[in-house]
């Protein structure tokens, strides 16, 4: 086994979740990722934790979304249920063999079952904001995933490691260094307000005071690193275009700009998938709101991939999420979607109270 997968398993569950004597685990991912689930569940094990395992089989997805009834397809597990408001820690392994297994899914029937879910995400993301759930989603490398990224599958696990830095012999060191950096940048931009956004095909202000910027560096997602906020909701304004294509529940929507007024999306274009795309944001009231604003930090990933894992952490980009705001943030919208697009910011600004702050796809402060 590539000593790597054993690598990320310590750091996730030591690292990442942090993981206590006594404390439950769900590890959750498909077949095809159990080197990395077994690696991860064999550590917890170790640490005197309650592991066990949630194995996803894509075909039940498919064949659900398909044939259920409405009723049915608002139905929340009681198990589920247990899961988000017991538990004490999360690890979601990512990592398909068919990575568009969703595609020939009728997308209101998908925005049903996704808005059915609102409360159990409301929770979850509440508990995560208080600490008392600790959850983290990381990726095995799989063909389909590579395929995406068009890599060989030894090119794309070589860049899924290289990522998180695990060729390092102890990859926790490099995440507590970003950690510092990133403190250092979010003390500064706590003290602003206005921000305006400027690169080809964007043009976007908005405001953010009295909200926290996050400082992400491997404790939530990994690899890592992006900072973030939750805007005031209704201070959204002007338009962005979204360099990369937008990839939400295996479905890849293409040149996607949005145009804001009042913090509403009020238009929506894409040259691919426009249909999904304004059934996402019909889903529900908080759909059309921004819940977070970001900036990637990780100059170790090189290049696009159609995960979003990776793709929202490129340096030198920023994103926007539409719909769930990220309640450590202290945004306040509420919505059953999250969906993060991406900008190129390698020949655009960001300025902050009259300010440049980021110029080319780097801080300048």
Known sequence: MDNRIEKLAQLLVHYSIRLKKGEMLRIQGEVCSLPLIKAIYKEATLVGGNPYTKILIPDNEETFLKYAKDDQLKFISPMEKFEVNKMETFITVWGSENTRYLS?????????????????????????GDNSLRWCGTLFPTNADAQEAEMSLADWTDFVYKAGHLDAADPSKHWKKVSKEQSRLVKILNRIDRLHFQSEGTDLKMRVKGRKWIDCSGRVNFPDGEIFTGPIEDTVEGHIKFSYPAVYMGRVVENVTLEFKKGKVVKES?????????????????????????????????????????????????????????????????????????????????????????????FVI
């Not at 049903?112 to 508990?127: C, Q």
């Not at 889903?283 to 059309?288: F, H, N, P, V, W």
Request: aromatic residues 6%.
């Open 104 to 128: 020939g899914i009728d997308p209101k029937r998908q925005a049903l079952a996704r808005g059915s879910r609102a409360s159990l995400i409301k929770k979850m993301f509440k508990r995560m």
């Open 270 to 362: 894409a040259g691919k998938n426009q249909e999904f795309l304004t059934s996402m944001l019909d889903m529900d009231k908080g759909a059309r709101f921004v819940g977070e604003i970001a900036i990637g930090t990780n100059y170790d990933i090189k290049h696009f991939s159609k995960n979003i894992l990776f793709d929202e952490k490129i340096g030198g980009t920023c994103h926007l999420a539409v719909g769930k705001s990220i309640d450590e943030s202290g945004g306040k919208n509420k919505s059953a979607l999250h969906w993060d697009m991406i900008c190129n910011m390698k020949k655009g600004t960001i300025t902050a109270d009259g300010k440049v702050v980021y110029r080319n796809g780097k």
